[in-house]
């Protein structure tokens, strides 16, 4: 029982330096977290619904509004109302948004793979590498490359 105590701790406190390292990088191409996360769903997956978004992103609805309604302003990503069904806003990356995300999505995922490989891990002191429970956070050692899409 001390030792599942102990795991799930580890756990958060590695999931803290995560989210802490992932936050500080999304930070400083001047956008929050929930931008990202949408503009980075609209990246991968094209034209999405709003709703379809909000699963992706795992936000509320109604804060979602406010995260679009921001990305809207600055000419990021257009919302339509569908044409079948006029309910449904559809999202969809501009000119300027996509060469946005061509531009950082690149460096966001060289930041977080270096995160990963590099030797002063922040979570090092509560995780061996030997753990065999959490094999997702030791990276492989392959040359994979960014895939956009």
Same mark, same amino acid.
């Given at each position: 029982?001390?030792?599942?105590?102990?795991?799930?701790?580890?756990?958060?406190?590695?999931?803290?330096?995560?989210?802490?390292?992932?936050? &500080?990088?999304?930070?400083?191409?001047?956008?929050? %977290? =929930?931008?990202?996360?949408?503009?980075?769903?609209? /990246? +991968? &997956?094209?034209?999405?619904?709003?709703?379809?978004?909000?699963?992706?992103?795992?936000?509320?609805?109604? =804060?979602?509004? /406010?995260?679009?309604?921001?990305?809207?302003?600055?000419?990021?990503?257009?919302?339509?109302?569908?044409?079948?069904?006029?309910?449904? /806003?559809?999202?969809?990356?501009?000119?300027?948004?996509?060469?946005?995300?061509?531009?950082?999505? %690149?460096? +966001? /995922? +060289?930041?977080?793979?270096?995160?990963? =490989?590099?030797?002063?891990? %922040?979570?090092?002191?509560?995780?061996?590498?030997?753990?065999?429970?959490?094999?997702?956070?030791?990276? &492989?050692?392959?040359?994979?490359?960014?895939?956009?899409?």
């Amino acid at each position: 029982m001390a030792d599942d105590l102990k795991t799930i701790t580890v756990l958060f406190r590695a999931k803290n330096s995560f989210e802490a390292l992932i936050k &500080k990088d999304i930070l400083s191409y001047g956008l929050n %977290p =929930s931008e990202f996360g949408a503009l980075e769903a609209l /990246y +991968h &997956k094209g034209r999405l619904t709003v709703q379809q978004i909000t699963e992706k992103v795992l936000i509320a609805n109604s =804060s979602m509004t /406010y995260v679009l309604d921001n990305l809207v302003k600055r000419d990021l990503i257009t919302r339509t109302k569908d044409e079948t069904d006029r309910r449904i /806003y559809v999202v969809d990356l501009t000119d300027k948004g996509r060469q946005f995300m061509d531009d950082i999505y %690149p460096k +966001h /995922y +060289h930041n977080m793979k270096s995160v990963l =490989s590099r030797p002063n891990r %922040p979570w090092q002191p509560w995780i061996a590498p030997s753990t065999p429970w959490c094999p997702c956070i030791w990276p &492989k050692t392959n040359n994979s490359t960014v895939q956009t899409r």
